[in-house]
């Protein structure tokens, strides 16, 4: 794994930085610049400032302008902050044109999310295809990448190869590229005979935007004991487990979350996980309905399933975080009767959307997880129904 030895003693403090494009309006950039701080607290990092300058377009050389990148120079250098990170993803020479006028270290959204991702693979697996990702990263930025890692010491975001002497050219980052993408083929070869051994199995999947409560409704579900926090991008391996409802047997694999503006190499590298997805017979989109804008992460979650292929199978809406949802939404003050038919209205309305295929819980509190259960062994066994027709209600 690219730099395992290098870990955060401390926490880093951070200033963030977005852009106004002309097709976005600020309060969207401050949502983008809300999960970016999560990100970075993720991380390790604590964030102090943020800088949000309004632009047709991003500047060719410094991303921000000449002004702003001069306001957040002086700030920095004022409080001693080490770390600036951009919600956009930076070229190679736009960030070694920043650092040279900043003076301290620079990440773009990819590579904050490549550094997390690389502390929290566990497996082979995992850690071969987050350091895939990073040297695809690399590449195209090895000029600005080199001159940055070697000045700015470690810390967040240089978990790249030679911290300590910077010595890989492009023949050398594509001479690893290459292994790593044989590897990983090997890898997904084992993965796909591991698939085909679990036999005639109907297969459900949980995915969903990324800290939405899966791992915490994976082990309500199978009651194991996987990771589950309140941070981003906690289960990056997929782990697959053996269900028995009332007899019915069917396999239930958690997988890593979504996000948006995910970088590509991720998708590219994580593909042999994604494949749980895409071969899976049913999926179980699990949504924190709590979030402000859990409406634009149903888009992100369903607009990556469409690219995977997997859209059109059965999906069961999940509505997780309903305690939290109602404690943030009604006024203590508010009629129960008003707080039933609100509720309703709220049920209807998704239920319209998903074709009745929506269900509301609470994980945490274990609320309606037996109707859950039993829409999911209905689901389950009407597939069975259809894939082994000559087989008798019993045999489900």
Do not use: C
Request: hydrophobic letters at 40%; a negative charge; glycine letters at 6%.
């Amino acid at each position: 794994m690219i730099d395992k030895s290098n870990k955060i003693k401390e926490e880093e403090q951070a200033v963030l930085v977005g852009l106004v494009q002309k097709d976005q309006r600020e309060p969207q950039v401050q949502e983008y610049l809300d999960e970016l701080a999560f990100l970075a607290e993720t991380a390790g990092a604590v964030t102090v400032k943020r800088f949000i300058q309004k632009l047709p377009h991003p500047d060719s050389k410094t991303f921000v302008g000449k002004g702003k990148l001069e306001e957040i120079k002086n700030f920095v250098h004022l409080r001693g902050i080490q770390l600036i990170i951009f919600d956009d993803e930076l070229s190679g020479s736009q960030i070694g044109n920043i650092e040279e006028v900043v003076g301290v270290k620079v990440l773009d959204r990819s590579d904050l999310i490549l550094d997390i991702f690389a502390r929290r693979a566990k497996t082979a697996q995992a850690k071969a295809q987050v350091e895939l990702a990073q040297y695809q990263y690399i590449l195209p930025r090895l000029r600005g990448m080199w001159k940055h890692l070697e000045r700015l010491g470690g810390g967040i975001g240089t978990r790249g190869p030679g911290e300590t002497e910077i010595e890989t050219d492009r023949r050398i980052v594509r001479d690893k590229i290459t292994l790593l993408r044989k590897r990983l083929v090997e890898i997904d070869k084992q993965a796909f005979t591991q698939r085909k051994e679990r036999g005639e199995f109907i297969r459900v999947a949980l995915v969903g935007y990324t800290n939405v409560g899966k791992s915490t409704l994976m082990n309500l579900l199978s009651k194991s004991e996987l990771l589950a926090e309140n941070k981003l991008f906690a289960t990056l391996d997929t782990t697959t487990r053996k269900m028995v409802y009332e007899t019915t047997p069917f396999l239930l694999s958690d997988t890593v979350g979504f996000i948006r503006k995910l970088p590509h190499h991720l998708v590219e590298s994580f593909k042999s996980t994604l494949d749980e997805v895409r071969e899976a017979d049913i999926l179980m989109h699990v949504v924190d309905i709590s979030h402000p804008n859990y409406e634009d992460q149903i888009g992100v979650v369903n607009k990556t399933l469409q690219e995977l292929g997997s859209f059109e199978k059965p999906i069961i809406t999940i509505f997780n975080k309903m305690d939290l949802y109602a404690s943030k939404t009604f006024d203590e003050w508010l009629e129960e009767d008003t707080k039933k038919a609100l509720l309703q209205d709220l049920e209807q309305r998704w239920n319209e959307e998903t074709g009745g295929n929506a269900i509301f819980i609470s994980a945490l509190e274990r609320t309606n997880i037996d109707a859950l259960r039993q829409t999911i062994l209905d689901k389950v066994r009407e597939l069975y129904r259809v894939r082994f027709p000559y087989k008798t209600e019993f045999d489900y």
